[in-house]
C-alpha cells in the first residue's frame, strides 16, 4: 500500500527526488536538480518517470539548488499543488530560484549564439517566471517538530539539521499504511549538518520511525582535524603583514555567512587584526540578512550575540557590495583587506572581476573554501596551472594558493553514526544516499558494523515497498 521510490541523488550527490507513494497519494521529497558532469545535466531533460500533474504535494529539506532547482520544472510540466517547507529554507529559495532560473535562461542563450545547439533553438529547463510561479505554491512552515498535514493521510514535522538555515529533518508519517493497518513514519535526514559548527543549531535527534533515509556525502571521509578557525587566522596575518589582498571565493549562502562570523569571532578575540573585509555579491547580502531572521534555528551563542544587539555577520569594517556600483567601488581599494565574493569555484559571478587582479599577484592570497569541481577553474588553481582563462583572456597565477578543506556544511560518517545514536527504534529498513557510489557503501557498512540494522543502497529508479 506505500512505496518509495529514487529518482535522483543516488549514485550521486545530486538530483534529490524521492516519491513517496500511500493509499493512491504521492509526494515528492526534495526536487533537485542534476548538476555537474555533462552526463548528470542531461538527466535533467530527461522524461519524467511520474506525472508531475497528480503529486499531491512536494517537500523540500533544504534551499540548496540539487534538492530544490527541478522545482520550477516541474511546475512548467503541469505541478500545481502545495509545496511544503521550512521558513528559512523559503526565504532563501526565494533567492536561489530566479537565480538559478537566470542561468537556465544564460546558458540557453550563450548556446544559441555559440551554435553549440543540436535543438534548435536551445531552450531553458525554465525561466523567472516558472521560478515565481513555484515560489507561489510554498507553504511555509517552522521548523519545531510538530506533524502538519501534506494530504489526505500523510503528515510531516520538520526538525532542525543543521546543514544550512532552514534545514530539516523531514519526518512523514503515513496513516495505516502498513499491512496491519498501523502508521508507517518514515525519516528524512536530508543532508545533515555537523556538530558544533558555527550559526547553526546541532542536528536534532531522530525521532522514532520504521523507515529511514540518510545522507552519505561523507560516508568514506572524515573532516579534517585542526580547526578551521585557525587556518584562518593563519592565512589572514600572513596577508596583514605583506599588506597583500586575500580573495576568499565562497557560496554566496552558508559558506559566505560561516566566514562572516569566524572572520568577526577571529577579530573580537584579537587573533587578527580588523581589516576591511569586503562581500561582493548580491545574493550574499539578501541572505545574511536571511540569516538572522529565523531565531529557531540560531545557536545558543549566536543568541547570545544577537541579544546583545550585535549582528553576529558583520565584521568591524565590513561592505556588503549589492549593487554593480558598489561592486566596481572596490577596485579602488588597496593593501591588505579581504574580499569574499561568489562563486566558490571561480565558474562565475563577480569573483572572476576580483581574481584578475589577485592571481597575479604576488602579495595576494586565494583561499579555498569550498569543494573544487574536477574541470572548474578554481580546480585548476588549486591543482596548481600557471595559468587560467578568464573572460577570453589567460591569466598568470602568481599568487599564494590555500586550502582549508574543514568548512563542510555535512556531517562525516563518525558523526551520521553519533546522529543515529539517538534512534530509539530499530528502523525495518535505512537507505544510505546522497553520495558517490563508494561513499554510500561504505557509509551503509558503517551503519551495519556499528548498528547490525538493515541497510540498503538505492540504485536510480528503484522502487521498494513499505510494509
Ligand atoms: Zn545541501
Redesign the pocket.
Known amino acids: 500500500m506505500a512505496k518509495i521510490s529514487f529518482f535522483g541523488g543516488v549514485g550521486t550527490v545530486t538530483g534529490s527526488k524521492y516519491l513517496v507513494e500511500s493509499k493512491g497519494k504521492q509526494v515528492l521529497v526534495d526536487c533537485g536538480l542534476f548538476q555537474g558532469l555533462r552526463e548528470l545535466r542531461e538527466k535533467n531533460w530527461e522524461p519524467l518517470p511520474f506525472d508531475p500533474a497528480s503529486l499531491d504535494a512536494v517537500i523540500i529539506t533544504?534551499a540548496?539548488i540539487?534538492?530544490t532547482g527541478f522545482l520550477p520544472r516541474i511546475v512548467k510540466l503541469g505541478f500545481n499543488g502545495p509545496v511544503f517547507t521550512s521558513r528559512g529554507t523559503n526565504d532563501l529559495i526565494k533567492i536561489l530560484l530566479p537565480d538559478s532560473a537566470r542561468l537556465q535562461e544564460e546558458e540557453a542563450e550563450y548556446r544559441n549564439r555559440k551554435g553549440l545547439t543540436v535543438h534548435s533553438p536551445a531552450l531553458p529547463l525554465y525561466d523567472e517566471a516558472d521560478a515565481e510561479a513555484a515560489l507561489d505554491l510554498v507553504v511555509p512552515v517552522p521548523n519545531d517538530g510538530n506533524p502538519v498535514e501534506i494530504c489526505e493521510g500523510i503528515t510531516a514535522a520538520f526538525r532542525v539539521a543543521g546543514?544550512?538555515l532552514g534545514?530539516s529533518l523531514v519526518h512523514l508519517t503515513l496513516s495505516s499504511a502498513a499491512e496491519d493497518g498501523s502508521d508507517i513514519r518514515f525519516l528524512f535526514s536530508g543532508?545533515l549538518g555537523h556538530y558544533d559548527q558555527p550559526i547553526l543549531k546541532d542536528p536534532a535527534p531522530p525521532p522514532a520511525c520504521e523507515y529511514l533515509m540518510v545522507e552519505s556525502t561523507y560516508g568514506d571521509r572524515l573532516h579534517d582535524e585542526e580547526p578551521s578557525e585557525d587556518q584562518l587566522a593563519r592565512i589572514i596575518n600572513e596577508a596583514y603583514e605583506r599588506n597583500g589582498p586575500v580573495l576568499i571565493p565562497a557560496f554566496a549562502v552558508g559558506r559566505t555567512q560561516e566566514i562572516l562570523y569566524l572572520i568577526r569571532e577571529l577579530e573580537e578575540q584579537g587573533k587578527i587584526p580588523v581589516m576591511p573585509v569586503a562581500v561582493d555579491s548580491p545574493m550574499a547580502k539578501q541572505a545574511t540578512q536571511v540569516y538572522n531572521r529565523w531565531r529557531e534555528e540560531h545557536d545558543e551563542e549566536y543568541v547570545s550575540i544577537l541579544a546583545r544587539q550585535q549582528h553576529p555577520l558583520m565584521t568591524k569594517s565590513m561592505t556588503l557590495a549589492g549593487t554593480r556600483e558598489e561592486s566596481k567601488r572596490l577596485n579602488d581599494d588597496r593593501g591588505a583587506r579581504i574580499i569574499i565574493s561568489a562563486s566558490g569555484m571561480l565558474s562565475g559571478g563577480r569573483v572572476l572581476h576580483h581574481a584578475l587582479r589577485i592571481l597575479p599577484d604576488e602579495n595576494a592570497t586565494i583561499v579555498f573554501v569550498g569543494y573544487q569541481a574536477a574541470g572548474t577553474r578554481g580546480r585548476r588553481v588549486l591543482d596548481g596551472e600557471s595559468e587560467v582563462k578568464i573572460m577570453h583572456s589567460w591569466v598568470p597565477v602568481r599568487c599564494r594558493i590555500e586550502q582549508i578543506g574543514g568548512f563542510s556544511?555535512h556531517a562525516d560518517w563518525k558523526a551520521v553514526l553519533k546522529w543515529l545514536s539517538g534512534l530509539e527504534t530499530v528502523p525495518r529498513m535505512v537507505f544510505t544516499t546522497h553520495g558517490e557510489p563508494e561513499s554510500a557503501s561504505a557509509m551503509a557498512e558503517h551503519i551495519r558494523e556499528e548498528f547490525g540494522w538493515n541497510v540498503m543502497v538505492p540504485q536510480m529508479g528503484d522502487s521498494f515497498d513499505l510494509v
Open positions: 533544504h540548496h540539487d534538492h546543514h544550512i534545514a543532508d556544511a
